[in-house]
């Protein structure tokens, strides 16, 4: 009987631990697991009992899932929560205290607001989402069914926007709201800005990570994958699947295509083609950003010889003077 899944190394009797390619072997041989979960490439399982599997970290993802889970209850609507005028609630949600819901809120069923969550008015949560504390949801905005917004996150704060008069900043109002659909999940302390006019959307499946900035009137694709202290400035237009490594910047009003992936700290300037692989500042197709890696690392070397070289230069052109 399998009771959970470890790691490797702290997996014990009734646990099943998971390794994604050959060079585990030694790692899987010690491991004190009752099971394991395997690529059918692995050359030897008569040793264990093994599940053969085409992705064994998809695999790991959903056994995980398997253990994790726990049966959803209705806890309904704490007293010392503060509920607007108007607003339509199913009456199978948990609103925890200190919840503080504006006038004409809509609450779908089997949603969750945690201590402290502040819903602006007319804001939508759709069913099964979950709001962990201390989420602020701007007035307007619309989340989907099957939502996660970790605790501390703002979804629908103005954008940034400014005009110049002379030495003065005018504030441009930020009128419009942002939707997010349905099986997103967002980390914690993450800022969502509303649009200036129109829509913020976050597209349906899209994961985003902490601390990750969205500015105004960004369009983010399905199923994309937002990593950490990633920055996506005004306007710009994420496909389908696009993948931002930790800590990327992209300039506004540009768009990256169908299945882009940036590096880490790469800096996005340009437009960039669907299916394009880029990193660096600013990014380049990533392969020619290897290569101008290892130069960067012989760079001191390289101006060292060149020094040397116009040395010899400038001896041999005083030599041939008459």
């Known amino acids: 009987m399998i009771r959970g899944i470890q790691p490797l190394d702290a997996a014990e009797a009734g646990h099943i631990a998971f390794a994604t390619g050959r060079r585990y072997g030694e790692a899987v041989r010690a491991s004190r697991a009752s099971a394991f979960i395997l690529p059918r490439s692995w050359p030897d399982t008569e040793w264990a009992p093994a599940i053969l599997v085409d992705d064994p970290y998809l695999a790991y993802a959903k056994i995980s899932a398997l253990f994790a889970s726990t049966a959803w209850v209705?806890?309904?609507?704490?007293?010392?929560?503060?509920?607007?005028?108007?607003?339509?609630?199913?009456?199978?949600?948990?609103?925890?205290?200190?919840?503080?819901?504006?006038?004409?809120?809509?609450?779908?069923?089997?949603?969750?607001?945690?201590?402290?969550?502040?819903?602006?008015?007319?804001?939508?949560?759709?069913?099964?989402?979950?709001?962990?504390?201390?989420?602020?949801?701007?007035?307007g905005c619309l989340i989907g069914r099957n939502v996660t917004i970790h605790a501390g996150s703002v979804i629908g704060s103005d954008g940034f926007g400014y005009a110049r008069d002379g030495e003065r900043a005018v504030k441009i109002p930020q009128t419009?709201?942002?939707?997010?659909?349905?099986?997103?999940?967002?980390?914690?302390?993450?800022?969502?800005?509303?649009?200036?006019?129109?829509?913020?959307?976050?597209?349906?499946?899209?994961?985003?990570?902490?601390?990750v900035q969205i500015a105004h009137n960004v369009t983010i694709g399905p199923q994309s994958i937002i990593v950490a202290q990633v920055g996506i400035s005004g306007s710009s237009r994420l496909g389908r699947g696009?993948?931002?490594?930790?800590?990327?910047?992209?300039?506004g009003h540009i768009t990256l295509g169908d299945g882009v992936m940036v590096g880490a700290q790469a800096g996005v300037a340009q437009n960039v083609e669907p299916g394009q692989v880029v990193s660096g500042t600013p990014a380049v197709p990533h392969r020619l950003w290897l290569r101008i890696s290892r130069l960067l690392q012989r760079l001191p070397d390289l101006v060292r010889d060149m020094k040397h070289i116009n040395e010899r230069l400038d001896r041999i052109e005083q030599g041939g003077r008459t």
Not at 105 to 118: A, M, N, S
Not at 198 to 211: A, F, M, S, V, Y
């Open 74 to 139: 209705a806890s309904g609507i704490s007293p010392r929560a503060v509920i607007g005028e108007g607003c339509s609630i199913d009456p199978d949600v948990s609103i925890h205290p200190f919840v503080s819901m504006g006038d004409g809120c809509t609450i779908g069923p089997r949603v969750t607001l945690q201590p402290g969550v502040v819903l602006g008015n007319r804001v939508a949560i759709g069913e099964g989402s979950t709001l962990h504390a201390n989420v602020v949801i701007y007035e």
């Open 176 to 211: 419009g709201i942002v939707v997010i659909e349905d099986e997103v999940e967002i980390g914690s302390n993450v800022t969502i800005d509303r649009a200036a006019m129109g829509i913020t959307r976050i597209g349906e499946g899209t994961k985003i990570d902490n601390l």
């Open 242 to 251: 696009v993948v931002l490594g930790g800590q990327a910047g992209i300039a």
